[in-house]
């Protein structure tokens, strides 16, 4: 396939990229870097520094191949900076896919992978969380996806534009090549690696009140090599169905925070400090995907369930890169293959 992914230099759409030229695809990525790394895209991959909002720089990405399908991954995603900037979050999230959408329209490419967020549920009556669920996003982040994806299929009525949401649930670990890095970090799993490496004096618990066993949130952690196998499993079913669809996307099962900390703390032998904090605004309980509609619908299994080995991968991949990716200060080139 010929794959155009948009914000590929992110975390999860860094983690695609590689996935799609092992298996043998051809990349074009964009990227405007206001959130992910140049070092992060495979080399394998033409790299174009440039935002989706810019539409003469859209056009001439959309006019230098034939793209079979567009992945999108472009998003602000931390719920706290959504409630104090919804602005933000709106115009990135919502404004700046709109703008890709309209300039994929006017170069006849109609098929699009969105990165949607089980955050459109908001408080779930349903665990895990089936894709019927309704949406009632509790914080601005999930609201501005749950726009996204109602536009999305308007678009699919009007102009049929086919595309596939998948809600991810909390993306973590790392591959060989590619690893979490945010500036600042809000995460937990990197947050409570970071404290193991004696890089953070211990990690705040938001909330020790929740109406789960231990009283903090549980959150469905699935490595991100899995989020991105599943990526090219939903590309290939649109290129070769051109049906649209949504599903949810996890492991099924949920983690407490102390868990989390539990796990973290076998994986590193490390003791980690921590300490009982309020709870982060727009933070629902608790958030488990029902993962049964991708695993029957696209055959996708996840090859790292256990929270275990995610801690392992991304704690491997921290001791490697205790800096996370040395991004350059100033302006990235655009790369050629
Ligand atoms: N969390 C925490 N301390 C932190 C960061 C996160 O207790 O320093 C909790 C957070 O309240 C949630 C879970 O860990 O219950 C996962 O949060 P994260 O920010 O990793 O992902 P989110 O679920 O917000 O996408």
Redesign the pocket.
């Known amino acids: 396939m010929n794959v155009l992914v948009a914000g590929g230099a992110g975390y999860i759409g860094s983690a695609t990229v590689e996935k799609l030229v092992d298996a043998g695809h051809n990349v074009v990525v964009v990227d405007n870097l206001s959130r992910g790394h140049a070092a992060a895209v495979s080399k394998s991959a033409r790299f174009e520094v440039g935002d989706i909002s810019d539409r003469a720089f859209m056009d001439g990405v959309l006019s230098s191949a034939k793209f079979d399908v567009v992945m999108h991954f472009c998003a602000f995603?931390?719920?706290?900076e959504s409630v104090t900037d919804p602005m933000k979050y709106y115009e990135n999230n919502v404004s700046g896919g709109m703008a890709l959408v309209k300039a994929m329209l006017a170069h006849g490419v109609k098929r699009l992978i969105f990165s949607s967020?089980?955050?459109i549920f908001g408080e779930p009556a349903v665990v895990p969380i089936p894709e019927t669920a309704p949406k009632q996003p509790t914080n601005p982040y999930g609201r501005s996806k749950a726009a996204f994806e109602q536009f999305l299929q308007d678009c699919d009525t009007a102009y049929g534009l086919k595309s596939i949401c998948l809600r991810y649930?909390?993306a973590?670990g790392a591959t060989k090549k590619v690893g979490e890095c945010h500036n600042p970090e809000?995460?937990?799993?990197?947050?409570?690696l970071e404290t193991a490496l004696g890089r953070r004096k211990e990690?705040?618990?938001?909330?020790r009140s929740?109406l789960t066993q231990d009283g903090?949130?549980?959150?469905d952690y699935i490595h991100v090599s899995d989020l991105a196998q599943a990526h090219i499993l939903a590309a290939e079913y649109l290129v070769d169905s051109n049906e649209g669809d949504q599903f949810n996307l996890g492991n099924g099962h949920g983690y407490?925070?102390l868990e989390?900390l539990e796990a973290a703390e076998a994986v590193t032998g490390k003791k980690i400090a921590r300490k009982f904090?309020p709870?982060?605004a727009?933070?629902?309980?608790i958030?488990v995907a029902s993962s049964d509609k991708i695993r029957e619908k696209l055959e996708w299994e996840p090859e790292y369930p256990e929270l275990e080995d995610i801690i392992q991968s991304a704690w491997d991949w921290m001791q490697k890169n205790p800096d996370g990716y040395n991004k350059p200060p100033a302006k990235a080139k655009s790369r050629k293959k």
């Open positions: 995603s931390l719920v706290g967020t089980a955050a649930f909390n973590a809000t995460h937990l799993i990197p947050i409570v990690v705040q618990i938001f909330g929740y903090t949130g549980i959150r407490s925070v989390v904090a709870r982060r727009g933070d629902p309980a958030l």
